[in-house]
């Protein structure tokens, strides 16, 4: 398997909600990330999680709230979210230089 | 981290090689160079990454020249199905086993029938 799987694909919700957004990878890559993207701009990076430990947080507000249960997933909890945080969002694992990273298809985020 | 500059648009014709120069002039010593593509409303994928001199693979070819401040992506005989955007990423595999890099703003390639 040399996947990111990711779901769902597609999410409404309102800014009242709580959502969460999975990410999945069996390829033992011990590093597991979590990219924002708007429209024609380039992906940012908001968490690290480097063997199951959060390593880099990017100063993202506490209304996205990251977890990776075990190696080989990774979750991002989402409460009282704001329009402006519509976006999609990417998850992706890496190990090790030469490969890069493998990225999930992503979830489209769209808050109402 | 290192900042990596790029043409933010390029045209090209089916079948001839596209050359995507990006430059990254306080490169590390420790930092890869790593070339991605994506396509609308996906993630990126990963097409090529080396160090120094020149890399290929079954898609595409690095140069990095000596000194290092700049490498060039070359797709050779592109399609119409390479139209996509294209990142240069330099980072290094930190302790702790994560790479740590920053997207620039991407290279989007047109290809024209």
């Known amino acids: 398997d040399t996947e990111v799987t990711q779901t769902p694909k597609h999410l409404v919700m309102g800014m009242t909600n709580k959502k969460s957004l999975k990410c999945e990878q069996h390829?033992?890559?011990?590093?597991m990330y979590w990219y924002k993207q708007k429209a024609k701009k380039p992906p940012e990076l908001m968490f690290v999680?480097?063997?199951?430990?959060?390593?880099i947080n990017e100063s993202v507000p506490s209304r996205f709230s990251p977890e990776c249960p075990n190696s080989s997933l990774l979750n991002l909890h989402l409460h009282a979210l704001q329009p402006e945080d519509s976006a999609l969002y990417l998850c992706?694992?890496?190990?090790?230089?030469?490969?890069?990273?493998?990225f999930g298809s992503g979830t489209r985020l769209t808050v109402v | 981290l290192a900042k990596t500059t790029q043409p933010i648009s390029m045209d090209s014709y089916e079948g001839q090689e596209v050359n995507i120069t990006c430059s990254h002039n306080?490169?590390?010593?420790?930092?890869?160079i790593t070339w991605y593509q994506q396509f609308p409303s996906q993630g990126p994928r990963f097409i090529i990454q080396g160090y120094k001199t020149k890399v290929t693979n079954e898609v595409a070819s690095l140069f990095i020249p000596a000194d290092r401040k700049s490498s060039t992506l070359s797709l050779p005989r592109v399609s119409l199905s390479d139209t996509a955007v294209y990142y240069c990423?330099?980072?290094?595999?930190?302790?702790?086993?994560?790479?740590?890099?920053?997207f620039g703003t991407g290279t989007k390639l047109q290809v024209i029938p």
């Open positions: 992706a694992s890496s190990q090790g230089t030469g490969n890069g990273y493998t």
């Open positions: 306080n490169i590390a010593t420790n930092d890869y």
């Open positions: 990423l330099v980072g290094d595999m930190v302790t702790g086993g994560y790479q740590k890099v920053t």
């Open positions: 390829m033992g890559h011990r590093a």
């Open positions: 999680y480097s063997y199951e430990k959060l390593s």
